[in-house]
């Protein structure tokens, strides 16, 4: 059974922050991308950052210079080192996995496999 487990969130103040786990099982991901996306309050679902199988790296601007995303294949899993947190970063934060080209790293819709979640919460 394929399991993605994303944990570390919690509340934090604002400059503030948090390492997000996703720790995945089932299969083995090597070949995968892997991303994470967010879903705030009131708000779609929207991406954050994502790391190709060959480790190449992308970020939604909102993020770039405050957040790192890693994975380690040897031990499964994939983080989310989150720094300079800001209130509108209070969301849920899904962790995904998908064989996916390059260019629809973004999107959503191309993902296989999914977290439950783990909520993050800025306070100002």
């Known amino acids: 059974q394929v399991q993605l487990v994303e944990s570390g969130g919690g509340l934090v103040q604002s400059g503030g922050s948090l390492r997000l786990s996703c720790a995945t099982s089932?299969?083995?991901?090597?070949?995968?991308?892997l991303a994470w996306f967010r879903r705030a309050p009131g708000k779609e679902r929207e991406f954050v950052a994502a790391?190709?199988?060959?480790?190449?790296?992308d970020y939604e601007d909102f993020v770039k210079g405050r957040f790192i995303i890693s994975r380690d294949n040897a031990n499964n899993a994939m983080y989310l080192q989150m720094n300079n947190l800001k209130p509108e970063d209070t969301a849920v934060y899904y962790c995904?996995?998908?064989?996916?080209?390059?260019?629809?790293?973004?999107?959503?819709?191309?993902?296989?496999?999914w977290g439950q979640g783990t909520q993050v919460t800025v306070s100002s």
């Open positions: 995904a996995a998908g064989r996916i080209w390059i260019g629809l790293i973004r999107s959503a819709s191309e993902y296989d496999y």
């Open positions: 790391v190709t199988s060959s480790s190449n790296t």
């Open positions: 089932g299969r083995t991901f090597s070949n995968y991308a």
